[in-house]
């Protein structure tokens, strides 16, 4: 099977600009994870989709960052204004249900530099 | 979800018997372990998981002591491919699956 499609690769900003990006999960996956993953440390889970709508959304800066599934399949994550510290890789992962069979797949990341 | 402690980092020879430890002692009765990879430039990789029982897949095996306050991630023959970070992650079973990643161990399997 085809996995989690990212895009794109790498991002250079400059701070206050805005980024987006994109995300084609796994056919048939109905949850769709955004992380943020910081050089040296373990991911940390942004914002996560069940279908189009939102389970979970705690830990995302919401004055700056939003996402959205559109008819339950990509998403696109979005930076407005981006800051230094947004300097991360951004991975998306997908998982047939929300339970704990379900292991999470993950794409390969964008990796945004903000200067 | 209860936290989980791993060595920075650990050596391996090629071909010998990868043994990488977790201490997660505050773990409920609910609670599942999780391994995932993740491979230089790359997204993390599911290995395994566990509840009670050890358990064993084409990649690795798991151990979980029997008063479930520790694991260990065996992966029988090591190769070069294996250097990785891998996390243990503990969760509570049941629906809205996400995972809380901490800092890993880094394994170098050495040739």
């Known amino acids: 099977e085809a996995g989690v499609a990212q895009s794109p690769r790498y991002k250079i900003i400059e701070k206050r600009q805005s980024v987006a990006f994109w995300c084609n999960p796994i056919s048939g996956h109905a949850t769709l994870y955004w992380y943020q993953q910081i050089l040296g440390q373990g991911p940390k889970l942004l914002i996560q989709f069940q279908n189009n709508g939102v389970v979970d959304d705690s830990q995302l800066p919401k004055d700056r960052f939003s996402a959205e599934r559109l008819k339950g399949v990509d998403s696109t994550l979005k930076i407005q204004p981006a800051k230094l510290e947004d300097s991360a890789v951004y991975l998306c992962a997908s998982s047939l249900g929300s339970g704990r069979e379900s292991p999470l797949h993950f794409g390969n990341g964008t990796r945004l530099t903000v200067t | 979800d209860a936290k989980t402690t791993q060595p920075p980092s650990m050596d391996c020879a090629e071909g010998r018997a990868a043994n990488l430890p977790c201490n997660h002692s505050?773990?409920?009765?609910?609670?599942?372990v999780y391994w995932y990879r993740q491979i230089h430039s790359q997204g993390p990789q599911y290995i395994i998981h566990?509840?009670?029982n050890n358990e064993t897949n084409e990649m690795a095996s798991l151990i979980i002591t029997e008063d479930r306050k520790s694991s260990t991630l065996i992966l029988p023959h090591a190769t070069l491919r294996d250097t990785a970070v891998y996390y243990c992650?503990?969760?509570?079973?049941?629906?809205?699956?996400?995972?809380?990643f901490g800092k890993g161990t880094l394994l170098t399997v050495n040739p």
């Open positions: 566990g509840l009670k």
């Open positions: 505050t773990i409920s009765g609910n609670e599942y």
């Open positions: 992650i503990v969760r509570v079973g049941g629906s809205n699956y996400k995972l809380t």
